[in-house]
């Protein structure tokens, strides 16, 4: 399985965008880009995924560029409740192998 | 969208003794479970993949003697935890993939924090 790369932390003020790239050199073909957000004591939930170029939902827009080596999540106007750790996962089939995830750090 | 649920979401065990943690799928069916553990400040580390009616496939370096899966019905997966030991104190997480026509998406459980004395 490929492995991802992110920022170990970012810190942010409420309201601003907050981007978060992930580096993915090695992605396969058939590999789907994930995104999960993690609260402390409480399991993973789903924000986003993604194959090429760009995808959009109601939290967040995924941006991947033409070589999919890489891939960026996009947070609008983050509020102090989206302080999380965020992971990247590539995702072919079955496994979901996590990263060292991005710790978000949203200030007032 | 879809709910996993745990159970118990947190348990204090004696050293030597057995702990059972459940995995459930409330609203839809999971062929394939999966268990995950997280020590503090870490990443998810997966540890085994369940398969429904069939032996549970481990990661390397997990023990399947002492962490023994079931995955009895399409909704149910436990993990248990055998002759527990301070170190295997961890926050152990469950997730289940559902296969709708939108495409595949994985639920995770709430967790469950296990403390051994």
């Known amino acids: 399985l490929a492995k991802t790369t992110q920022p170990i932390s970012m810190d942010s003020y409420e309201g601003q965008e907050v981007n978060i790239t992930c580096s993915h050199n090695n992605i396969a073909t058939n590999d789907y880009i994930t995104w999960y957000q993690q609260f402390p004591s409480q399991g993973p939930r789903f924000i986003i995924q993604g194959y090429k170029t760009k995808v959009t939902n109601e939290v967040a827009s995924l941006f991947i560029p033409a070589d999919r080596k890489s891939s960026t999540l996009s947070l609008p106007r983050v509020s102090l409740s989206d302080t999380a750790v965020y992971y990247c996962?590539?995702?072919?089939?079955?496994?979901?192998?996590f990263g060292a995830g991005t710790i978000l750090r949203v200030k007032s | 969208g879809a709910v996993v649920s745990q159970h118990p979401s947190w348990v204090i065990c004696k050293s030597g003794t057995s702990v059972k943690i459940e995995c459930r799928s409330l609203?839809?069916?999971?062929?394939?479970m999966f268990w995950y553990r997280q020590f503090p400040k870490q990443s998810l580390m997966l540890m085994a993949t369940s398969n429904e009616g069939s032996k549970a496939t481990y990661e390397q370096g997990v023990e399947k003697d002492k962490f023994l899966i079931n995955h009895a019905s399409l909704t149910l997966s436990t993990l248990t935890v055998t002759s527990a030991h301070p170190e295997d104190s961890s926050f152990y997480i469950c997730?289940?993939?559902?296969?709708?026509?939108?495409?595949?998406?994985?639920?995770f459980g709430p967790g469950t924090r296990l403390t051994v004395t």
């Open positions: 609203d839809f069916q999971a062929t394939t």
């Open positions: 997730s289940a993939r559902e296969t709708s026509g939108s495409g595949d998406e994985q639920y």
């Open positions: 996962l590539l995702e072919y089939g079955n496994k979901l192998v």
